[in-house]
């Protein structure tokens, strides 16, 4: 069985639409301490371990998807096996796999959609789990004040980082509001605890105003340091 990111029948339907790039039901996790993927954006990673290396062919040669997913607190202890990890998290499309001679590999991941886990499953080296996509539930664009304030935030974060380069391309009106808010939780200094939260947002809106109260917090924070970025 495969899900696919956009259920709407009438709008697959129309020629000339790409089609929704499918996920399996059933899809490998990729747990990791300090990294929080999100939809509509890229996750380059260099992949050495062996269960891993073992994970990316299966999935290179089968469905084309890793979910990344955040492991929980306390996970140290409990690595080389199954640690708790958050339910829900991002899937993404290989991209590219470049193979290296050694077996290790670097990947490309694409994200495409949410996703929240049912059921975990042990009998390869590496964790599957079953899932299911989880859209935002289409509440809308966010508000243009919001969207300005952002942006003017982003411009003062670019002043302070010069090697905050992907984030560049983010001041176009063409981009998406999704993207915009995906890129920005990205790349901003946030910790992995909060960038699931932002992960976890109901809505795009929702994740900007999140976003906004965790910009607010860091810059009164950082308020008299030399700049926040």
Same mark, same amino acid.
């Given at each position: ?28 996790? @990729? ?16 992949? @050495? ?89 289409? +509440? ?23 090697? +905050? ?31 699931? @939260? ?21 810059? +009164?924070?950082?308020?008299? +340091?030399?700049?926040?970025?």
């Amino acid at each position: 069985m495969f899900l696919e990111p956009e259920r709407d029948q009438s709008s697959r339907e129309l020629s000339g639409k790409a089609q929704p790039f499918p996920v399996p039901e059933r899809i490998p996790l @990729f747990p990791l301490p300090n990294v929080v993927f999100f939809p509509k954006t890229y996750l380059p990673l260099h992949v @050495f371990e062996p269960r891993y290396r073992q994970m990316v062919a299966d999935a290179a040669a089968g469905g084309q998807c890793i979910g990344m997913a955040l492991l929980k607190e306390g996970w140290e202890e409990q690595y080389d096996g199954n640690p708790p990890i958050f339910s829900i998290g991002c899937v993404g499309r290989l991209a590219s796999v470049q193979a290296l001679p050694d077996g290790r590999s670097n990947i490309l991941l694409q994200g495409i959609e949410r996703y929240e886990i049912h059921e975990e499953f042990y009998e390869k080296s590496y964790r599957e789990a079953r899932v299911s996509l989880k859209p935002r539930d289409g +509440a809308g664009s966010m508000e243009p004040a919001l969207r300005r304030y952002l942006t003017e935030v982003l411009g003062e974060y670019l002043k302070a980082d010069e090697e +905050a380069s992907p984030l560049h391309s983010l001041v176009r009106p063409d981009v998406t509001d999704e993207v915009f808010v995906n890129s920005l939780s990205t790349y901003l200094d946030c910790t992995p605890l909060e960038k699931q @939260f932002l992960l976890e947002a109901d809505h795009v809106p929702q994740q900007a105003r999140r976003l906004s109260d965790l910009i607010q917090f860091k810059l +009164a924070e950082r308020r008299g +340091a030399g700049g926040w970025g």
